[in-house]
């Protein structure tokens, strides 16, 4: 298991568990409603990535370097996507929003190189 990695995978849950409290709780009275959305979003999308990174942490005995880079890459996603709609929630900057597409690309990416360590199978000092 790939140790860093899947602290970050636990660290970025507690942190989409916090967000999505923080909007459901603190937000919902303080934005406008397509905000406090754009907020959710941010944080339903950190939640599910970080399962990934999770996963990928995991998968690193099996799959080796590829699995890591894979996890990285969802981190890298996270921190693009989720974090520029969260400042855009709460700043109201709507050109925070061209940065978020570079985070869904990450997340898109990360996926696919995942997947490729899984069909390419275990790495050959793992094969012997």
């Known amino acids: 298991m790939d140790r860093p990695l899947f602290a970050a995978g636990a660290l970025s849950a507690a942190v989409g568990v916090l967000c999505g409290s923080f909007a459901a709780h603190a937000l919902k009275a303080r934005i406008a409603p397509e905000l406090l959305a754009v907020f959710e979003t941010g944080a339903r999308y950190q939640l599910f990535h970080a399962l990934g990174l999770l996963a ?4 690193v005995p099996h799959f080796g370097g ?19 709609l969260y400042l855009m929630a709460l700043t109201g900057v ?6 978020t597409p570079f985070g869904g690309f ?9 997947a490729m360590a899984a069909l390419r199978g275990a790495p050959a000092s793992a094969a012997g």
């Not at 590829?66 to 520029?84: E, I, Q």
């Not at 709507?94 to 940065?99: C, E, M, Q």
């Open 106 to 114: 990450a997340f898109v990416i990360g996926w696919v190189v995942l």
């Open 94 to 99: 709507r050109w925070l929003g061209l940065v």
């Open 56 to 59: 990928a942490a995991a998968a």
């Open 66 to 84: 590829r699995a890591a880079w894979g996890g990285w890459l969802l981190l890298l996603g996270t921190v693009l996507f989720s974090g520029s």
